[in-house]
């Protein structure tokens, strides 16, 4: 349900000033503890020591797999519906980040379905983003033999059967109550396809613990998905969720969005279009007079670039630490911190769309991270079904 009257985040809606730790209590989630923050892989990656993944659930079974050389799968996914933007790859980089150091799994789903329910936009359209944001997943660089992407329409023959059972065990009571009275019966039933999704590497490997990071707005999926594994039909157990805060907007509070070119910042943006939207259009806030900013200092807990930098882009706590303090006794002027932030952000889309590049089309470079068909026929079998097609 929209969480409280003065803001509101579900997977399709998000609006207001959200309060985090109240959100919290409305989602029955818990804040990341010091304890677990010492169970990542060392040194801990910035996005857990800085609280941009700030909670989670059932975090612990995950962690202690990877520490103990057990399987362990991370799935985080993407609903193709435009351009990807910085905030929405966050995710992605982490599980690269996590692949590499835990060895895990990683199972992305790409839920064309979905967008095409919720968002005015014709089929074609939706399959043109999938294509253009299939190459930049890949362009993140996973490893293809511990790395599955599934699309949801191209992925049918597993994601449908999996989707109709766990539909099942989910009301249209409880779907209104999570998500607020969705706008037709295909969003009804999309949670269901997203619990296939969550489920789904325990299904293919057996059980184990998976974890699903993801930006707060996803977690009414995983809430619906840890109740149906809950009920224990399936041999799975609950999946657990590593929650983040939102990259803001350009502009200021709120989360980045992809509506309106200037709200957000594309991984296709060249480094004059990074400049340009932050010298711009991202709000500062630092003082209206460079004497008067001098004189009482800016505020970085609400200037975007500067938070743009803490949430990600700059790696050093030393650094993003002094330029708080610099920006703060007013030394560091906010033209400058702006240039600072434009140039780590465009280095990190340089770095990024030379990846992407270097890919081939999109079909041949996804052939090696799809199911195989022992994988697929694994999943069906453990949903119930025959495990070979019988027609
Ligand atoms: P989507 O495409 O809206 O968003 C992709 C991922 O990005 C996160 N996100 C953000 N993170 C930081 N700052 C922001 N401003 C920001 N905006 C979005 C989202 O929380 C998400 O993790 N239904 C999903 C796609 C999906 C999925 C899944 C995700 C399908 N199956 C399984 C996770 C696990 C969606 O529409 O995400």
Redesign the pocket.
Known sequence: MPATDDFTVT?YAVEGDIDYDRLLDEFGAESLTTEQKAQFPQPVHQLIRRDVFYAGRDVDAFLAAANEGKTHSI?????PSGPIHI??I??FYFAKYLQDQTGCLVYI?L?DD?KYLLKDKSLDEIHGHTRENLLDILAVGFDPERTRIVVDTADADVVYPLAAAFAKEVTQSTVDATYGDPENIGLSFYPAV?AA??LLPQLVEGRHPTL?P??V??DP?VRVCRDIAAKQRYDVSKPGALL?K??PALEGPG??SSSGDAASIRLSDDRETVFEKIRNHAYSGGRRSVESHREHGGDPEVDVPYQFLYYFFEKSDERVERLAREYRDGSLLSGELKEIAAASIADFLEAHQNRREELGPVADELKQYRLRESERQAARKQAGYPSTRVF
């Open positions: 997977p799935v985080t996914g993407r609903g905030g929405h966050i995710p789903p839920s979905e997203q999704h969550l699903v993801i930006a707005d996803q999926h983040s939102f990259l989360k980045m």
